[in-house]
C-alpha cells in the first residue's frame, strides 16, 4: 500500500464551480500535511500546511482527520488559474523523508 | 532571489553514460535532496542531506551518487545511466524537514 493516496481526477469543473478532493495517508506517526501544487511541466510549489484544526486561505480550505487518516482540499469560486495537479505531501516526525501522493489533476473550464 | 537553481533543464543520454546534475540554493538552507517524478507515482525520493559534509540514501538511491561539499551545491550523478532512469528530475531545499521545500525548475532526463 502507498504512503499516501491520491484520486488521480482529472477533476472538470466550470469556472466558479466548488471542487473538493481528499488525500488519504498510512503512517499515523504523520505530524505535517501539506498541499503543493503543480502547473503542467513545472515545480511543485507550496499552496498550504495544513493544521489540525483546518485553515483557510483565501478561496482555499484545507481539513485534517486524523481519525481516518486523510487530508482535504476545497477549492471555492473555481477559476481558470487554478488548473494543476495538487500533490498530498506527507511528513513524519524525526523522518527526514517527504512523502508526496501521486496528486489530483483539476481542471477548470470557461 | 535566484531560491534553486537547477541546470540542464533538458538531456538525453545513451545508456551506459555517466552524467550529474547540478543543484545550487542561496537561502542557506541546511536540507537539500534530489527526487525523481514518474507518471503515475508520486516523488521518490532519491538521496538527501542534512548538512554539508552529510549524505544519505533516500527510497531509489541505485545508479546514483551525491555529495555535499558546500552548503550551496548538491549535485546527482548518474553512473551508468540506463533507461529506467528516464524521469524527470527535481532538487529542493528547505530549513527544516517540516518547513516548505522549495524545488529547482527540474531536469527532464532520457536515456536511450
Known amino acids: 500500500r502507498k504512503e499516501v493516496e491520491q484520486d488521480p481526477g482529472p477533476f472538470n469543473v466550470p469556472e466558479g464551480a466548488t471542487v473538493a478532493f481528499n488525500c488519504t495517508y498510512s503512517?499515523?506517526?504523520?505530524?505535517?500535511f501539506f498541499w503543493y501544487r503543480q502547473d503542467c511541466r513545472k515545480e511543485p510549489k507550496l499552496l498550504m500546511s495544513v493544521y489540525s484544526s483546518g485553515n483557510e486561505d483565501g478561496r482555499f480550505t484545507a481539513q485534517l482527520n486524523r481519525a481516518s487518516q486523510y487530508i482535504s482540499l476545497l477549492i471555492r469560486d473555481s477559476k481558470l488559474s487554478d488548473s494543476a495537479t495538487y500533490l498530498c505531501?506527507?511528513?513524519?516526525?524525526?523522518?527526514?523523508?517527504?512523502?508526496f501522493g501521486a496528486g489530483t489533476t483539476v481542471t477548470v473550464r470557461a | 532571489n535566484a531560491g534553486v537553481t537547477q541546470t540542464p533543464k533538458f538531456q538525453v543520454l545513451k545508456t551506459g553514460q555517466s552524467m550529474t546534475l547540478q543543484c545550487a540554493q542561496d537561502?542557506?538552507?541546511?536540507?537539500m535532496s534530489w527526487y525523481r517524478q514518474d507518471p503515475g507515482m508520486g516523488l521518490r525520493l532519491i538521496h538527501y542531506?542534512?548538512?554539508?559534509?552529510?549524505?544519505d540514501q533516500g527510497e531509489v538511491p541505485n545508479g546514483y551518487n551525491v555529495s555535499r561539499s558546500t552548503t550551496e551545491d548538491f549535485p546527482l550523478r548518474l553512473l551508468s545511466a540506463a533507461p529506467s532512469q528516464t524521469s524527470v528530475y527535481f532538487c529542493?531545499?528547505?530549513?527544516?524537514?517540516?518547513?516548505?521545500?522549495?524545488f529547482g525548475q527540474g531536469t527532464r532526463l532520457t536515456v536511450v
Open positions: 505531501v506527507v511528513h513524519r516526525e524525526h523522518d527526514y523523508k517527504l512523502s
Open positions: 542531506s542534512v548538512g554539508a559534509g552529510i549524505t
Open positions: 503512517n499515523s506517526a504523520s505530524q505535517s
Open positions: 529542493a531545499s528547505n530549513q527544516a524537514t517540516n518547513t516548505e521545500a522549495f
Open positions: 537561502m542557506n538552507h541546511e536540507y
